[in-house]
């Protein structure tokens, strides 16, 4: 695979081409966390977030195959979701983050505004509905 062969690896992957293995592989390890957490039995909240980082990244694998969205941007919105959802009204201070990954995603002119906005929004959507259908209010 191009990411591979290439001298010049980069693990900000800026292509949305070199994304497909290594998200196949997280999405992977996604799966047998949720597999295992629920035959340990683990807290339903655990086990439902692990689900949101699994269809999180299969909707952001999707999608990668025709857009370059900001993976970080979905990889914080959604655990921003979750904090909110554990902690209630304190866990809004976690929201400060967003914009701090937007920002640094800009700047190091990784993604455009687009990107960084589908991501944050698609990550704290998903996570947001995906625990209130599995978890309730």
């Known amino acids: 695979c191009a990411w591979i062969?290439?001298?010049?690896?980069?693990?900000?992957?800026?292509?949305?081409?070199?994304?497909?293995?290594?998200?196949?592989?997280?999405l992977l390890s996604y799966l047998l966390g949720v597999i295992i957490l629920f035959i340990i039995s683990a807290p339903p909240v655990i086990t439902v977030l692990m689900?949101?980082?699994?269809?999180?990244?299969?909707?952001?694998?999707?999608?990668?195959?025709?857009?370059?969205?900001?993976?970080?941007?979905?990889?914080?919105?959604?655990?921003?979701?979750?904090?909110?959802?554990?902690?209630?009204?304190?866990?809004?201070?976690?929201?400060?983050?967003?914009?701090?990954i937007m920002w640094s995603r800009l700047y190091l002119k990784r993604h455009t505004l687009s990107q960084v906005t589908a991501g944050s929004v698609l990550g704290f959507l998903l996570t947001t509905v995906q625990i209130y259908l599995f978890l309730g209010f």
Not at 10 to 21: A, F, G, N, S, V
Not at 65 to 78: C, L
Not at 84 to 100: Q, R
């Open 5 to 26: 062969k290439n001298k010049n690896l980069e693990i900000d992957m800026p292509h949305k081409e070199d994304r497909l293995y290594p998200l196949l592989w997280i």
């Open 51 to 100: 689900f949101c980082y699994f269809s999180n990244t299969l909707v952001v694998l999707l999608i990668s195959m025709f857009w370059k969205i900001s993976i970080h941007a979905v990889g914080v919105a959604g655990p921003v979701a979750f904090l909110i959802y554990v902690f209630g009204y304190p866990g809004l201070i976690f929201l400060l983050l967003i914009p701090l």
